[in-house]
């Protein structure tokens, strides 16, 4: 959340960080699949709070509404600013 100096607050998309893809096994070609995916998977482990953290699985393919509803500033797995009482919060 943006906050201007009047005190505005602003909810901002970058559209180059909101991510959608298949890395299930049967999605991968070869193990540079799994490598490039694993990677991802690192960072995101490396930088998100233990109790926000998707499993593995999850990570791989989460689907088109999961992606949707994780861009929701209210429902945000990575960011820390979590209400599942909100707009039915799947994270």
């Given at each position: 959340?943006?906050?201007?100096?009047?005190?505005?607050?602003?909810?901002?998309?970058?559209?180059?960080?909101?991510?959608?893809?298949?890395?299930?096994?049967?999605?991968?070609?070869?193990?540079?699949?799994?490598?490039?995916?694993?990677?991802?998977?690192?960072?995101?482990?490396?930088?998100?709070?233990?109790?926000?953290?998707?499993?593995?699985?999850?990570f791989?393919?989460?689907?088109?509404?999961?992606?949707?509803?994780?861009?929701?500033?209210?429902?945000?797995?990575?960011?820390?600013?979590?209400?599942?009482?909100?707009?039915?919060?799947?994270?």
């Amino acid at each position: 959340m943006f906050v201007t100096p009047s005190g505005d607050k602003v909810f901002i998309v970058d559209g180059g960080h909101i991510h959608l893809w298949d890395a299930r096994a049967e999605n991968r070609r070869n193990r540079y699949g799994l490598s490039f995916i694993e990677s991802f998977w690192g960072a995101h482990v490396g930088m998100t709070p233990i109790e926000q953290r998707w499993d593995f699985d999850r990570f791989c393919h989460y689907g088109v509404e999961g992606a949707a509803k994780s861009s929701d500033p209210a429902c945000r797995p990575f960011r820390g600013r979590h209400d599942q009482s909100r707009r039915g919060c799947w994270c």
